[in-house]
Every structure is written in structure tokens, then in C-alpha cells.
T-cell receptor, first 113, second 115 residues
Framework: SQKIEQNSEALNIQEGKTATLTCNYT??????LQWYRQDPGRGPVFLLL?????KEKRKERLKVTFDTTLKQSLFHITASQPADSATYLC????????????FGTGTRLTIIP | DAGVIQSPRHEVTEMGQEVTLRCKPI?????LFWYRQTMMRGLELLIY????????DSGMPEDRFSAKMPNASFSTLKIQPSEPRDSAVYFC?????????????FGPGTRLTVL
């Protein structure tokens, strides 16, 4: 069966360091992968999208990689700040038909001052 | 744009009662999604619509759940009768393109508590 796993439920990182979150998937051939941020009491907010033919995508302090051989995406936040504390969700778009975006369970990131 | 609008933001009801959740998608968006989020199961897709037509309702838990989209600017998710295990945050999201999924814009959610 199809499965999406995000590396850990919670991750604590010292302010200023790089936070790295992992999204692994099995039994998918995604056309693209998205990362969302969710703050407590709010809906997820779109951050970045990376396509299967792209190795890396950047946006300000954010960087996403996509390795279709390893079936893995890494999400990096450089120079992390306490305001980056949130839950981060990866989502896969299956590469066929009318299939919908499927979300991972998320990683709760805390940046410690 | 006001973004995706959901109402109510909070709902507390007793087991057996009917619950109706409402959603107004972003104007011009062609697809609408209903999700349920719990600590145990994360974000689960319940149903989605393209151009007001239900495309996939395989995530709807059981017959107690139903969803409608009578026009492009309004959708409802109804639970009848409600049960305590339905307690969760329900999100509505919309996206601009039909067919293949696109970036989704989420509403603030409705926190449902069934006693």
C-alpha cells in the first residue's frame, strides 16, 4: 500500500542552526511533492513545490530536495529562527489520472532560542 | 481575497445530533477538498469536488457523512448522526486547477467536539 513517512513527530533545533526534515514514501511515483507549514489552530499553508525532474528548489531560507531513486524529499531551513517553529507537512501528488494530493502526518519543529 | 472561509469555527454538539459544516472557496478556484485532522491519523482527505462535481469520496468514513457543492462558491459537509469519534478539526481547501491537483489553500478549520 502507498505510504508517506515524515522522519519524526518532533524535532528540536537550536536557533541559527539548519533544520532538516525528511519525507519518505513507498509505492508512489509522484509527479511532484509539496511542503506545507501548519501553525497551531490554523490550516496548512503552502511553502514550496518541487517536480520529479527537479533535484532542488530554494525559496529564501528554505531548500527542498527530491530524490526519486531514494524516494525521499529533504526540507531544510537555514539560519533557523524561533518563528520557524511549526508543524511541517509533506504532500505527494501521484503521477497518474485524477488522483489527489496525499499528506504525511507532519513533523513538529521547535527552534530553541 | 478573503481566502477560504469556513463556519462555524467551533462546534460542540451531543451524540446523535446533526452537524453541518460550511465552506466558501476562493473565488475562481475549480477544486474543493474536505479534510479531517486528528492527532492519531493526521490530515485525511474525505472528499473532493472538481467544478462542483464530486470526484472521489472514498475517504468519507461512512454513510453518516455527506457532502454537497450546489454551486462554485459554497459547499457543506454534514454528519448525521454525529458520534464522539467524529471529534476532529475539519478543513476545507480549494485549488485553482481542475483535474490534477494543484497547490491547495486551506481555510482556518472547524473544530468539532461531539460529547
Amino acid at each position: 500500500s502507498q505510504k508517506i513517512e515524515q522522519n519524526s513527530e518532533a524535532l528540536n533545533i537550536q536557533e541559527g542552526k539548519t533544520a532538516t526534515l525528511t519525507c519518505n514514501y513507498t509505492n508512489y511515483s509522484p509527479a511532484y511533492l509539496q511542503w506545507y507549514r501548519q501553525d497551531p489552530g490554523r490550516g496548512p499553508v503552502f511553502l514550496l513545490l518541487i517536480r520529479e525532474n527537479e533535484k532542488e528548489k530554494r525559496k529564501e531560507r528554505l531548500k527542498v530536495t527530491f530524490d526519486t531513486t531514494l524516494k525521499q524529499s529533504l526540507f531544510h531551513i537555514t539560519a533557523s529562527q524561533p518563528a520557524d517553529s511549526a508543524t511541517y507537512l509533506c504532500a505527494l501528488d501521484p503521477n497518474f489520472g485524477n488522483e489527489k494530493l496525499t499528506f504525511g502526518t507532519g513533523t513538529r519543529l521547535t527552534i530553541i532560542p | 481575497d478573503a481566502g477560504v472561509i469556513q463556519s462555524p469555527r467551533h462546534e460542540v454538539t451531543e451524540m446523535g445530533q446533526e452537524v453541518t459544516l460550511r465552506c466558501k472557496p476562493i473565488s475562481g478556484h475549480n477544486s474543493l477538498f474536505w479534510y479531517r485532522q486528528t492527532m492519531m491519523r493526521g490530515l485525511e482527505l474525505l472528499i473532493y469536488f472538481n467544478n462542483n462535481v464530486p470526484i472521489d469520496d472514498s475517504g468519507m468514513p461512512e454513510d453518516r457523512f455527506s457532502a454537497k457543492m450546489p454551486n462554485a462558491s459554497f459547499s457543506t459537509l454534514k454528519i448525521q448522526p454525529s458520534e464522539p469519534r467524529d471529534s476532529a478539526v475539519y478543513f476545507c481547501a480549494s485549488s485553482a486547477r481542475e483535474g490534477r491537483t494543484d497547490t491547495q489553500y486551506f481555510g482556518p478549520g472547524t473544530r468539532l467536539t461531539v460529547l
